[in-house]
């Protein structure tokens, strides 16, 4: 079979810049076949988020199941899981449903805009039961230091955050440093094999609404394609850079990026 698939478990963003609109959009710019189960609907723009309907945890659970029973995956990618009882059926379904599938785990907690996408008593259920199922897990710098608890964000805290994640049972970290006030963004990926950092020049512009979502999709198709891990998250991080170098400029706030290659 040459075309891969790639399942997507997230949620919906009405103005198509983040969520599963991104994956989707990101997934198949990569040529690759996806598939979602959607776990919220949020109501939002380049604003804001004005409201968030969670799905019911069975709905979730069977979504997925309906998606891998059938055409089966290559690759898997969380991101906006709402709270602890989706997480948990995520995690439990996975478990059960898709042993040895890689998995790319965006643990999304708040929207640039402030809104929570994550109940806060959830965290503690990512880090138990979804961190140790994940290929790669790919928190941003508040992410990190709430998965983590590191406060401070030097290099030797965030490799430190990346031993964090390692140990909770994800194969390898890539800690993103978009959050940071540095002109050069940092990734740092931390593998069982080594580490490398993709440095990229801070574009200026405020349109960066979906760059977390679009940057975890296109690991994951990557991955989905059978790339090693290093290959996968440069050939992703070229892409978001280049998306937002061509960001469109809609809207009145934080505007999506442009998935056209
Ligand atoms: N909406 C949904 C459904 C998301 O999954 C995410 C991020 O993962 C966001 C919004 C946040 O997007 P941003 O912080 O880039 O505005």
């Not at 959607?38 to 109501?43: F, G, L, M, R, V």
Request: net charge positive; aromatic share 4%; proline share 5%.
């Amino acid at each position: 079979m040459s075309l891969k698939r790639l399942l997507i478990i997230a949620g919906s963003d009405s103005s198509g810049g983040a969520g599963i609109q991104a994956d989707i959009k990101t997934a198949s710019a990569f040529g690759v076949y996806a598939m979602t189960a959607i776990t919220a609907i949020t109501a939002q723009n380049t604003t804001g988020v004005t409201a968030v309907h969670a799905v019911p945890p069975d709905i979730v659970r069977q979504q997925i199941i309906a998606c891998l029973k059938d055409i089966g995956a290559d690759a898997i990618k969380t991101g906006m899981l709402a709270n602890a009882a989706i997480v948990r059926v995520v995690a439990a379904t996975l478990k059960e449903y898709a042993p040895g599938i890689p998995l790319v785990v965006d643990p999304v907690m708040v929207a640039t805009s402030g809104a929570a996408l994550l109940k806060p008593d959830a965290e503690k259920t990512v880090i138990k039961q979804l961190i140790p199922l994940a290929t790669l897990v790919t928190p941003n710098i508040p992410e990190t230091k709430r998965l983590t608890g590191i406060t401070r964000t030097d290099r030797a805290s965030l490799r430190k955050a990346a031993a964090i994640l390692r140990d909770m049972g994800a194969k390898a970290a890539l800690i993103k440093g978009g959050h940071s006030s540095k002109a050069t963004i940092d990734d740092i990926l931390v593998w069982e094999h080594g580490e490398d950092t993709f440095g990229f020049p801070r574009l200026k512009t405020r349109h960066t609404h979906g760059t977390g979502c679009t940057l975890a999709s296109a690991i994951a198709a990557n991955l989905a394609k059978g790339l090693p891990i290093t290959v996968a998250v440069a050939k992703a991080r070229e892409y978001v850079q280049a998306a937002i170098a061509d960001a469109p400029g809609f809207g009145k706030g934080h505007g999506p990026l442009n998935h056209m290659v």
